[in-house]
């Protein structure tokens, strides 16, 4: 693959996600290379339960307590999960992804980020995106890119896309800027930049 690819060579890229692509002018690899973050978050910080920041976006590590559930009222679909660790005991609460269901298993332990609210006196974290930490690994926040985005397409899948793309091209990436004008300003090479 190269950058003329069409995005749609992409695993995980049917028609229907194209389309929602073409939105955000991405057509091939090369349009998803340059569709560049409009911020970063910083997630290293991660809290206990406890001490969760309220109306404000949160990292922490928990367990999962029990299997989560979907509901569905009327065209609204919510899946429903209580995680722990030595603190305290959350509900974590996600809209029309059902799919989360599937991910979170009695017993297994996640990286959580998510805004923390009360709901007529009930904790709550709404739509927190998940990371798995296995057991043998130690909890570690990150920084994280924000893209912008359109309606049917998260933050993750983006920057899976855009990791996914990085990956199907290897080194098949042009580098714009003559070595000479790199060296002479210390400039990264175009692999870097955009592979970091």
């Known amino acids: 693959m190269n950058e003329n690819s069409p995005v749609s060579e992409l695993k995980g890229v049917g028609p229907k996600r194209a389309a929602l692509l073409k939105k955000l002018g991405i057509s091939t690899l090369g349009d998803v290379l340059e569709?560049?973050?409009?911020?970063?978050?910083?997630?290293?910080?991660?809290?206990?339960?406890?001490?969760?920041?309220?109306?404000?976006?949160?990292?922490?590590?928990?367990?999962?307590?029990?299997?989560?559930?979907?509901?569905?009222?009327?065209?609204?679909?919510?899946?429903?999960?209580r995680v722990y660790d030595e603190t305290g005991k959350i509900t974590l609460i996600w809209f029309n992804q059902p799919y989360i269901k599937n991910a979170l298993k009695k017993g297994e332990r996640f990286l959580f980020y998510g805004k923390y609210r009360?709901?007529?006196?009930?904790?709550?974290?709404?739509?927190?995106?998940?990371?798995?930490?296995?057991?043998?690994?130690?909890?570690?926040?990150?920084?994280?890119?924000?893209y912008p985005k359109t309606e049917g397409i998260t933050q993750k899948q983006l920057r899976g896309l855009i990791k996914t793309a990085l990956e199907s091209m290897g080194e098949n990436r042009a580098d714009f800027i003559p070595v000479s004008v790199r060296q002479k300003y210390k400039l990264a090479d175009r692999e870097f930049s955009v592979g970091n």
């Open 35 to 81: 569709h560049y973050p409009r911020g970063y978050e910083d997630r290293r910080e991660i809290t206990k339960i406890s001490e969760l920041r309220l109306d404000l976006q949160n990292t922490f590590c928990a367990y999962v307590l029990e299997d989560a559930e979907n509901t569905r009222f009327k065209s609204i679909t919510s899946t429903r999960c």
């Open 118 to 146: 009360k709901n007529f006196g009930k904790r709550e974290v709404i739509n927190p995106e998940i990371t798995p930490v296995p057991e043998t690994e130690e909890p570690k926040g990150t920084i994280v890119p924000v």
